[in-house]
């Protein structure tokens, strides 16, 4: 709130919000980073260009690659039982995709992968998500390795700095996601160019908005790398974001850890995708068996409930 009405107030007020590429480029000359207060000037730009067109987001982003998009259910940290516990719940959801976060220490880590892949089948994706937890490459190395008995699909972010993720991406056989290694497109450029993981996962929060995480996904198309949207957890507003922005990603989307909206009293999922029990949003987006549809209408396609707004504000 702060960097926006001190500093990018006075760069927007009077502007043609159709100049995307123009006042994003504007925003960074006062302020270097911020890109959450950033993105937020993005989503309103493209939502009001969109509302001007007459046009989903997702046009104005190069047009649908895809109408659905597939949802991978984060599973928080949590002791074994209760990790599958929720797995298994999720999966009756229809989620066929887990990201399953773990707190770097090899033994519990492989204890809580075994749980979830005995709790939901084989039918079902699973990856770890380390977030940079392993002290070093050989321990990562060591402790992947030892989960590729419960069939892990791909590891996300095991160490962190991108020497040491060229060290684990070269040293074993799955996939090896890269999440904090990656903000900007530049970063895609030189992650791409060391062979310091195999796929991207994107954040439009990260990249400072809907278009800058577009030229991330496109280079990493260009380079043949996969990505996913590993979204912040967004409510109604920034969720419907994510649904544009991969609607328009070039390349292999994979599943993604992003929200299934939720409505107090309109819930369609148990624990799938659920990280909240209202939102603002006047309706829900339309999710069946895993997927997640795109909204069509202009704009980022939501209402807003003023009800809702006023019994959540915080500030």
């Known amino acids: 709130i702060h960097m926006i009405q ?6 927007l007020i009077g502007a043609d919000p159709r100049d995307i590429s123009k006042l994003m480029a504007q925003l960074d000359v006062p302020v270097r980073g911020h890109m959450c207060a950033k993105s937020a000037i993005d989503l309103a730009l493209h939502d009001l260009a969109g509302k001007a067109a007459g046009v989903p987001v997702y046009q104005l982003l190069g047009g649908a690659m895809r109408k659905k998009i597939a949802i991978c259910h984060s ?8 990790a599958a516990n929720e797995a298994a719940v999720a999966a009756a959801d229809g989620i066929k995709s887990f990201q399953v976060k773990v707190d770097g220490d090899p033994e519990t880590d492989c204890a809580v992968v075994a749980a979830i892949r005995d709790a939901v089948g084989d039918g079902v994706d699973i990856y770890p998500d380390i977030n ?12 992947v390795k030892a989960m590729e008995n419960s069939h892990i699909s791909a590891v ?4 962190e700095g991108r020497a040491n993720m060229c060290l684990v991406t070269a040293g074993v ?17 030189e992650v791409i160019g060391q062979r ?5 996962s994107i954040y439009y929060t990260k990249s400072g908005g809907l278009q800058r995480a577009l ?20 409510s109604g507003i920034g969720n419907a974001a994510n649904l544009h922005l991969a609607a328009a990603m070039p390349g292999e989307l994979m599943p993604s850890v992003i929200p299934v909206t939720t409505l107090e009293g309109r819930e369609v999922c148990k624990v799938g995708g ?26 980022l396609g939501v209402e807003l409930d003023p009800k809702k707004i006023d019994r959540y504000r915080v500030m």
């Open 75 to 82: 599973v928080g940290l949590a002791p074994p039982k209760e």
């Open 6 to 11: 001190k500093y990018f107030t006075p760069i």
């Open 156 to 159: 996300e972010q095991p160490v």
């Open 196 to 200: 310091a993981a195999d796929a991207i």
């Open 173 to 189: 056989n799955i996939r090896v996601w890269t999440d904090e290694g990656v903000w900007t497109p530049q970063d895609a450029i």
């Open 215 to 234: 030229h991330v996904g496109i280079i990493a198309s260009a380079a043949g790398l996969p990505t996913n949207l590993n979204g912040a957890l967004e």
């Open 132 to 143: 940079q937890g392993y002290r070093t490459p050989k321990q990562a190395i060591a402790s």
């Open 274 to 299: 659920v990280y909240y029990t209202d939102d603002i949003v006047t309706e829900p987006f339309e999710y069946e068996d895993g997927y997640l549809t795109v909204p069509q209408s202009p704009g």
